[in-house]
């Protein structure tokens, strides 16, 4: 184990170079310059402009900025934001908190509802109760998350006034901000659990599916055990196993998926400080944020391994 886990990183570290070199090279070749909102603007020169540009960096070629950046990156410097000139790992600090609150509960709840559906799915196929959760799965993985909010926001924020519609800072302590808090939340994290869960529940039930008509549960059920504890203690607890390599692989796409709630909602977070980035061509605080989805994809994969061998006793690692 301990061998492949150190060939697994080995092999991770040139692969995050080739995909922070890739992403760098995109967003360094991509139309858009930090300085196109002075263009248009007669009162600064020609000549003030390419001083900024110059100040910035942005006049030597893009693979000797790649090395700066990297150079930078290796002693902890994410490099300086063009618009707000503050550091990008201040910037990451700040907007982190919002983001965790909103993908962390959000992944949790839809962990917690999807293996009971899931579960319950599989037993009692074919049921009511299989045929509306099929249906409320096709649903949610199918319509985008940008439709779901927006329906959401009708009806609960607009309609009956239940949830405000943007995101804001509470102000307000005690159980009076804990409530608020929980009343802004409310919107944002059931569009990430509407979708996570519908994906989530499909993959459970196929996966009880796929053992309720293996030999060992006839065997259980032979010997005269409940079928309760077939079900929990035997089906239940091999059908986990893929399905918590998935619950793994998917923490980086809740991170993704998050990037159009957080807009939708205005929630303070990584999402919406990378589209406002990219829209400003504030190439900086863009490689950053996409480096770390990247990293974060990565390491993911490395942890679902290691849980399915730790998990699977078949599974062993030369």
Do not use: C
């Amino acid at each position: 184990m301990t061998q492949y886990i150190l060939r697994r990183v080995l092999i991770a570290i040139p692969t995050i170079l080739v995909i922070s070199f890739v992403i760098f090279a995109i967003l360094s070749l991509a139309p858009g310059d930090p300085l196109a909102q002075f263009a248009l603007n007669p009162s600064i020169p020609q000549e003030v402009r390419e001083r900024i540009r110059t100040s910035l960096g942005l006049d030597q070629p893009w693979p000797l900025r790649y090395v700066k950046w990297l150079s930078s990156l290796s002693r902890g410097d994410w490099g300086i934001s063009f618009n707000t000139k503050a550091p990008v790992i201040d910037l990451v600090k700040q907007r982190l908190p919002q983001t965790l609150q909103v993908v962390g509960v959000a992944y949790l709840i839809a962990v917690m509802l999807a293996i009971p559906i899931g579960m319950i799915s599989a037993v009692k196929q074919y049921s009511l109760f299989d045929q509306v959760g099929t249906v409320f799965s096709f649903i949610g993985f199918s319509v985008p998350s940008f439709f779901t909010g927006l329906v959401l926001m009708l009806v609960f924020a607009v309609n009956l006034k239940w949830f405000p519609i943007v995101y804001k800072t509470v102000d307000a302590k005690g159980l009076a901000g804990l409530f608020e808090q929980l009343r802004q939340m409310f919107l944002p994290i059931t569009v990430l659990v509407v979708q996570q869960t519908a994906a989530l529940t499909r993959f459970m039930r196929s996966s009880m599916l796929d053992n309720l008509s293996l030999d060992y549960v006839r065997t259980a059920r032979a010997k005269g055990l409940t079928e309760r504890v077939v079900v929990v203690r035997h089906v239940l607890a091999n059908s986990l196993i893929p399905v918590i390599t998935l619950i793994a692989l998917g923490i980086p796409t809740i991170f993704a998926g998050a990037i159009i709630t957080e807009n939708l909602f205005r929630v303070n977070g990584l999402g919406q400080l990378l589209i406002s980035s990219i829209n400003s061509s504030d190439t900086p605080v863009v490689m950053a944020l996409t480096f770390i989805f990247a990293m974060l994809t990565v390491f993911f994969n490395l942890v679902a391994d290691i849980l399915y061998g730790v998990l699977d006793p078949r599974v062993r690692y030369g």
